[in-house]
């Protein structure tokens, strides 16, 4: 009988350690960041609506999941990721080596070009010149940040950053800063097309600075990142990406 039971043991030891690594994808939790317009924000009733929201909605349905959306402001989004406050990063996360080197990315979402934001009335332009001695509005973390200090601040741009867009188009509009370096879909969407920024245009060409923008995973989940990365795949083959991306944009968002 002794002998039984330890085998038994050793048996369900070794079950338990073969399907220590397997996770249960019945629900998907995504991690985003409501204030990136046309990718993400809320509508009047408070939910949450957006490309980037539709495209996490269709992911889930093609591998069986159940959304759920988890708030977080976008500088704290991948330490988040790592304490398993959420399974995915949904949040327009432009895909780096220097993020790489902590997470991983499902294959590309889509790729949008940064821009210069700056009143109709000044003559500046998205250079280190042009910009000496003007502030420029970022949000913190995000690529358009990362550009403007290394490119811009060491020739005397002084790049002043915010935990999210909301606050750095206020103070556009209310005259504390010259300029804002963002993404040109969240810059239309989110600002120029609103009361608030009809004093304001786009200026100076467009800058790429990413290989364009993922799902960020953890390094460990290979299995979630292979389901996204075939929904994904299906999607565009299937029309249904270009469906989902004509309410939001007149121009092919995937950049291909």
């Known amino acids: 009988m002794k002998r039984f039971m330890s085998a038994l043991l050793v048996c369900a030891a070794a079950f338990v350690s073969s399907h220590a690594g397997a996770q249960d994808w019945s629900t998907l939790r995504y991690g985003v960041d409501p204030s990136h317009p046309p990718f993400s924000s809320r509508d009047a009733s408070g939910k949450l609506v957006g490309f980037d929201i539709d495209l996490g909605t269709e992911i889930c349905k093609r591998i069986h999941a159940k959304c759920e959306w988890v708030q977080n402001d976008f500088d704290g989004m991948i330490p988040a990721l790592q304490a398993k406050k959420f399974d995915a990063i949904l949040a327009s996360m432009s895909i780096t080596d220097k993020r790489k080197q902590v997470i991983d990315f499902t294959s590309r979402l889509y790729k949008t070009p940064n821009k210069l934001i700056v009143r109709k009335d000044t003559s500046l332009e998205p250079t280190a010149e042009?910009?000496?001695?003007?502030?420029?509005?970022?949000?913190?973390?995000?690529?358009?940040?990362?550009y403007a200090k290394e490119?811009?601040?060491?020739?005397?741009?002084r790049?002043?950053?915010?935990?999210?867009?909301?606050?750095?188009?206020?103070d556009?509009?209310?005259?504390?800063?010259?300029?804002c370096f963002t993404d040109a879909a969240v810059g239309e969407y989110g600002f120029l097309r609103t009361p608030q920024g009809v004093d304001f245009k786009f200026t100076g060409s467009n800058v790429y600075a990413s290989n364009g923008a993922g799902i960020g995973i953890r390094k460990s989940d290979v299995e979630l990142k292979t389901k996204i990365d075939k929904a994904l795949a299906d999607m565009l083959a299937d029309g249904t990406y270009k469906?989902?991306?004509?309410?939001?944009?007149?121009?092919?968002?995937?950049?291909?």
């Open 159 to 170: 790049v002043v950053s915010y935990p999210n867009f909301d606050q750095v188009f206020a």
């Open 151 to 157: 490119h811009w601040a060491p020739a005397g741009a």
């Open 243 to 256: 469906q989902l991306a004509a309410k939001y944009f007149q121009f092919d968002p995937y950049g291909s």
């Open 172 to 179: 556009l509009a209310a005259g504390r800063l010259d300029s």
């Open 130 to 146: 042009s910009l000496k001695g003007k502030s420029v509005g970022v949000q913190q973390g995000t690529v358009p940040e990362s």
